[in-house]
């Protein structure tokens, strides 16, 4: 099945910076699209960022200019790094790989999520 692990979640002061980190196993074929998500606490889960199997970017409103997502495909990795982070950025964030081409993207694999806490 295909997996995914995320790391790099922890405390950090408001204005801080903090760089997640997705590693993706697993029997899937080709090289596809990947996602961050979060959930904050009493919220619903929310889309953060995607990047496409090539390098094209997509983020919320609430995190461009902010947060830049990354990926290297040698490594089975993706990344999104957060700078300039804001209490409102706390919750568990997730990765999530597609299951499609084309658009819109669907996200059927996820990760266990890794906590990201801004405060001061």
């Known amino acids: 099945q295909v997996q995914l692990v995320e790391s790099g979640g922890g405390l950090v002061q408001p204005g801080g910076s903090l760089r997640l980190s997705c590693v993706v196993s697993g029997t899937i074929r080709n090289i596809r699209a990947m996602g961050w998500f979060r959930q904050a606490p009493g919220k619903q889960r929310e889309f953060v960022a995607q990047i496409s199997s090539v390098g094209v970017s997509n983020y919320a409103d609430s995190v461009r200019g902010r947060f830049t997502i990354s990926r290297d495909n040698t490594k089975n990795m993706v990344y999104l790094q957060m700078n300039s982070l804001k209490s409102e950025d706390t919750a568990v964030y997730y990765c999530?790989?597609?299951?499609?081409?084309?658009?819109?993207?669907?996200?059927?694999?996820w990760g266990q999520g890794t906590q990201v806490t801004v405060s001061s």
């Open positions: 999530a790989q597609s299951t499609n081409y084309g658009l819109p993207k669907v996200f059927d694999y």
